[in-house]
């Protein structure tokens, strides 16, 4: 989502009054167009130069209005990333799953905690250190894609139109995580 | 044509970039130096700028770009445990997958954008035990080696056991997550009231003060340890899978009450727990290094990850386990990650030979920036201070050393910065550890903290059995070893200083003098070594010798060059400003030496607002 720099300089607040001219200009030259009232060129012409000038002339004015977007795009980018992120996490839960490497319950007394190493190529030979197969740009969609069934979790390809919507409406400031928390991502 | 090869860690914490040219190390930095702002894990750009830098070559020369760690692997750790504990969990995992959406998962593009177009490249990715395991063993001065390393967690791995040999490592057994050493450490950090992830030495620090009393009730409920050093942990005392803290109320029920408040008073209670949960660790590091010797039957151990940054535990797995030598990675942490996925492509996937250093290939871990004497000449100009400058080196030393021997603290700021968590004589801060007034002095009046710890003695090689119950000429060059402090500098408690070691503030006990070098010994006797040698440290080296000249003493006070939340100083502007905004009498920048009570009136820095600039650790 496009936030805007915060605290602003005069140059963005002049910018900000330019663009909102422009779509200003423009709906009341659709309007006009619908109603037959004008010339909808001319309408749009008019009221963007009338626009400009003001908001150039005013442009500290604009900072309230500026803030409002602002606080309007986090606003939709938390309730669309809260939305978005509710589907996934209950596609997480109710999806099917072969088997979880996951294990919470308790193993017998005396068995040991250490396993042997899983190899990791058959999970992530995409990103495996093999500089012959290592693409130079690879695109993230098509790993992910690959990756998804032969980790056991073929399941996981579902999250990836909301894993990409997510990216579109994420803030541009990542939510600081708390302190006394160790972190699992 | 020389093979350049970046290693990067970063997006969790402590990022940090390394350079290798042709399998050198060129250069190694965590970003935190470079943005001031502690643990940053955000892209390591300043860090991979200093290092193209300092090899003299831009992105386009780059061959490899390696990440220290598997982003899809992880990402399927993140989702099995969340399906496990949903529906709880609906909290951190809003927070954590747009993180991934927008950058995690499409790290080769953010790498990149991050290096520019001209960045022609591969991009490569390594495990994250892997890649702690390879900067432990690379660098080591071993031809062959059993591998340990001891984390929180990584992608699924916990901690791994592996041999490295010739130019190949083998990562061959691990635990997996949830259940860690690490975690649980981590746990009881935020029981404790310590910020988790950098407030973990400090419970070590804080574990002399108490008695293990609840080590039965560890092991009973929250953890169980196998003989095999293997850890399995009851989840249901735990809250960090799925929730925003690290304990249940379960854990809370257990130890009667809830976590401490942090900076609130520390009472017997944490004490107590320090000490228990640092006698598990102990534990559990002595039982999974005897594990790894009958596994690999190896006479030497290279050990790497965050809970190798544990100094007591090392000292012990030293002196009481069944390795010859142990080499610890000085950047244990994430940072060091950076480094050993970088060396992992160049010997293991370039296939490429490694001849280990008699020393080690670490070069004293001084692998950051360094800064020349004429430039912080003409810095010092250009701010108006007053400094006297001793190109000849012999004056210079006998002049910080005199300055030290009349108590006076010291910012040493020489060559270049270290890559690790520790201040290792060239962004340090030095004082007399004789003196009954140091540790005091320098908590209060220079970092601007009341702690409970020592500072780390750094002692003569050479001199190291003497002090410390250590072997003659034993390495331990990068602070990663508790050893006592010999009987023979021991003193006799007084009955007043009895009396004062009951006192339930830590700061009372901690400022009884319990050998003639109070300044860097614990309650305990302990102290955490640095060794400085002539090879590694050279002008640190010789102005040891200078003190010792002097005044007969090998040893000298040891802290890093910061004030409380503040990453250690980078360059002379930030050591200057340090040095203004604290009480430190002297300042030595290569061969300029500034002495606070010279300085013009007009230079002054607000110590309140440098304070405030930095939040608390």
Redesign the interface.
């Known amino acids: 989502m496009i936030t805007l720099s915060a605290p602003p300089r005069l140059a963005h607040l002049r910018a900000f009054g330019l663009l909102l001219s422009l779509c200003y200009g423009a709906v009341v030259a659709l309007l006009a167009w619908m109603l037959r009232a004008a010339n909808p060129v001319l309408t749009w012409v008019m009221v963007t130069s009338v626009m400009v000038a003001v908001s150039v002339t005013t442009a500290q004015q604009l900072a309230w209005l500026y803030k409002r977007w602002n606080s309007l795009v986090r606003w939709l980018s938390r309730r669309a990333?809260?939305a978005i992120?509710?589907i996934?996490?209950c596609m997480?839960?109710a999806l099917p799953?072969n088997e979880?490497?996951?294990?919470?319950k308790?193993?017998s007394?005396?068995?040991?905690?250490?396993?042997?190493?899983?190899s990791?190529s058959s999970?992530?030979d995409a990103?495996?250190?093999?500089?012959a197969s290592?693409?130079?740009?690879?695109r993230?969609a098509r790993?992910?894609i690959r990756?998804a069934p032969r980790?056991g979790?073929g399941w996981?390809i579902v999250l990836l139109p909301f894993?990409?919507l997510?990216?579109l409406?994420?803030?541009d400031e990542?939510?600081p995580?708390?302190?006394?928390?160790?972190?699992?991502? | 044509m020389s093979t350049y090869i970046l290693g990067i860690s970063a997006y969790y914490h402590d990022s940090a970039a390394a350079l290798l040219c042709n399998g050198e190390i060129v250069a190694a930095a965590q970003e935190e130096r470079f943005t001031r702002r502690k643990h940053d894990p955000r892209f390591p750009r300043n860090a991979v700028r200093y290092c193209c830098g300092e090899a003299g070559i831009d992105a386009a020369a780059l061959d490899y770009v390696v990440f220290y760690e598997h982003p899809l692997v992880k990402f399927e750790r993140l989702l099995e445990t969340y399906i496990t504990y949903a529906p709880s969990g609906f909290h951190s995992f809003r927070k954590a997958l747009p993180s991934w959406a927008r950058t995690k998962l499409r790290l080769p593009q953010k790498i990149h954008k991050e290096l520019g177009d001209g960045f022609q490249g591969k991009i490569l990715f390594t495990g994250h035990h892997e890649s702690h395991a390879a900067s432990a063993f690379f660098p080591s001065p071993f031809a062959e080696a059993a591998i340990l390393t001891l984390d929180a967690v990584g992608e699924w791995a916990t901690s791994s056991i592996g041999r490295g040999s010739g130019n190949r490592i083998s990562v061959e057994y691990e635990t997996k997550f949830p259940h860690s050493l690490g975690m649980l450490y981590s746990a009881f950090t935020y029981y404790t009231g310590f910020k988790v992830n950098s407030g973990e030495y400090k419970l070590m620090g804080l574990a002399p003060y108490g008695e293990p009393r609840y080590v039965n009730k560890i092991l009973g409920n929250v953890a169980t340890i196998r003989d095999d050093g293997s850890v399995w942990l009851d989840m249901s005392y735990f809250n960090y899978c799925q929730g925003e803290t690290m304990t249940s109320a379960k854990f809370d029920e257990l130890f009667g009450g809830p976590p401490r408040d942090p900076e609130s008073f520390i009472t017997q209670k944490e004490m107590d727990l320090g000490a228990s949960i640092q006698a598990v660790c102990e534990d559990v590091v002595l039982r999974a290094g005897r594990h790894v010797h009958q596994l690999t039957g190896l006479k030497n151990l290279v050990m790497a990850g965050g809970v190798a940054l544990n100094c007591v535990a090392n000292g012990r797995l030293l002196r009481e386990g069944p390795f010859d030598d142990i080499w610890i990675q000085p950047a244990a942490g994430d940072a060091g990650g950076a480094l050993g996925a970088a060396l992992i492509v160049w010997h293991q996937v370039l296939g490429h030979s490694r001849r280990p250093d008699p020393t080690d290939g670490q070069k004293g871990s001084l692998l950051g920036p360094a800064f020349r004497d004429d430039d912080i000449g003409l810095f010092l100009d250009s701010t108006g201070a007053t400094y006297e400058c001793h190109h000849d080196e012999d004056r210079l030393l006998d002049r910080v050393a005199r300055l030290m021997a009349e108590e006076k603290v010291v910012g040493w700021f020489q060559g270049r910065m270290e890559y690790g968590p520790r201040a290792l004589g060239c962004r340090s801060i030095i004082g007399d550890p004789r003196s009954p007034r140091m540790q005091q002095t320098m908590n209060l009046k220079i970092k601007f903290r009341e702690s409970f710890r020592p500072f780390a003695p750094c002692v003569l090689r050479e001199y190291v059995d003497q002090v410390f119950e250590m072997r003659p000429e034993e390495d331990s060059p990068y602070m990663l070893l508790v050893a006592p402090v010999r009987k023979e500098w021991r003193t006799t408690l007084s009955e007043d200083d009895e009396h004062r070691m009951a006192d339930p503030d830590l700061r009372v006990r901690v400022a009884v003098a319990r050998s003639t070098l109070p300044a860097i010994t614990h309650v305990d006797y302990s102290a955490r070594v640095q060794t400085v040698d002539h090879q590694r440290h050279g002008r640190f080296y010789r102005l040891m010798r200078r003190f010792h000249d002097v005044t007969g003493c090998p040893v000298i006070v040891n802290t890093s060059f910061n004030i409380r939340g503040e990453p250690i100083v980078c360059t002379p502007e930030e050591a200057y400003r340090c040095f203004l905004a604290t009480e430190m009498d002297a300042l030595v920048m290569e061969d300029h030496v500034l002495l606070k009570a010279e300085q013009p009136p007009y230079i002054r820095l607000d110590a309140e607002q440098y304070k405030a600039s930095y939040s608390l650790d």
């Open positions: 990333t809260t992120s509710g996934c996490f997480c839960a799953r979880m490497r996951f294990e919470r308790p193993r007394a005396d068995a040991s905690n250490w396993a042997k190493t899983q990791t999970i992530a990103l495996s250190p093999d500089p290592a693409s130079k740009n690879p993230w790993t992910y990756w980790s979790n996981a894993l990409g997510l990216s409406f994420g803030e990542e939510e995580v708390p302190v006394q928390n160790y972190t699992l991502f």
